[in-house]
């Protein structure tokens, strides 16, 4: 006997003390973990998307807009709080960059960049999950010195970047007229030129013609004097894609997205002038001047908002970016597409 206490007296007390910490830790781990399988109250989702200032991405610019004034379109969708986080690209190569970086998880894009892109990771990285516009490209040409194909022979010709859409429809098309076109050399010079630098250069006599989208066409018409030499109404100008790790890893989050992308076209469609007004004072807000609704207005007569997707567009593309030398490798266009 020690203190007047029992040697099992005190074993057993030191027994009930261990237990009792047991049961403590037990029941912290389980509340822990309970805590942790939970959502924080108000937590909230960023989806990042790619758009450029250009009026062939119209469902972008009036989602974007929405999102301005903080009624948004497809935070209002996505059935969790969403923030949507909007990404300015001046063109498709650019924003297929930001796809291998993981800095944004879909992106409203050109068909040629969204190729390449697919190529380049082996299709593993990209996949076009919509159609979004058609038309609203053209070769704008010096109005009264280029009439035809041929007196394109020993001008210069812009394009909004190297690779792009426009960029190898122009190349293409150039090549279908039995016209090479290079950098330097050639029977022409194709010029990649960000759209604000094509429409300057145009009016300093420094470029003959441009292969560009709205609104750039027709504001090289009305302060170039430009006239368009050639264009198509039916091609696929603009597509949504989104990159493969965000649908695995989000895939009901990209099903909403896609849906909602649908209903925002029968949107636009269904309410056209309402539409043209928030593309007018979105891409005022982003190039911080203000845009002539008469422009967007204008531009607007030659494109058609549509969500059509099949695979034969996307197999001329290749055909082109193959006749132009851009895409060499053979490609497996199998998986391309993912339509929910």
Known sequence: MENGTSQPARENRLCRFVDSVRRFFCATAVIALALGAAPAVGAEATVRVGMFPNITHAQALVAANMTREGKG???????????IEWN?????????????TKAIDLTYVG????????????????RVVSGSMF???????????????????????????????????????????????????????????????????????????????EP??????????????????????TILTARSGFISENPETARKFVEAHRELTAWILAN???ARIRVRNELSAITRREISQALVDEAWTRLSPGTELSIEPFEKFLAKARKVGFLRAKIDLSNLLWLP
């Open 111 to 126: 068909p040629s960049p969204a190729l390449n892109a697919h190529a380049r990771s082996n299709g593993k990285e990209v």
């Open 272 to 274: 056209p002038e309402e």
């Open 73 to 83: 379109w497809f935070e209002t969708r996505l059935g969790t709080p969403t923030k």
């Open 135 to 213: 038309g609203g490209e053209a070769l704008a040409v010096r109005n009264g010195t280029i009439a035809t194909p041929q007196d394109l022979r020993g001008k210069t010709i812009a394009t909004p970047q190297l690779g792009n859409t426009q960029d190898i429809e122009c190349r293409a098309w150039l090549i279908g007229h039995g016209i090479k076109a290079t950098l330097v050399g050639g029977d022409a010079r194709v010029i990649p030129t960000a759209n604000p630098d094509i429409l300057q250069l145009f009016l300093q006599g420094k470029l003959d013609a441009a292969w560009t989208v």
């Open 216 to 237: 750039w066409v027709t504001r090289l018409m009305n302060e170039g004097g430009a006239a368009i030499l050639y264009s198509d109404p039916h091609a696929l100008t």
């Open 88 to 100: 300015v690209y001046n063109a498709g190569p650019s924003a297929m960059e930001a796809f291998f």
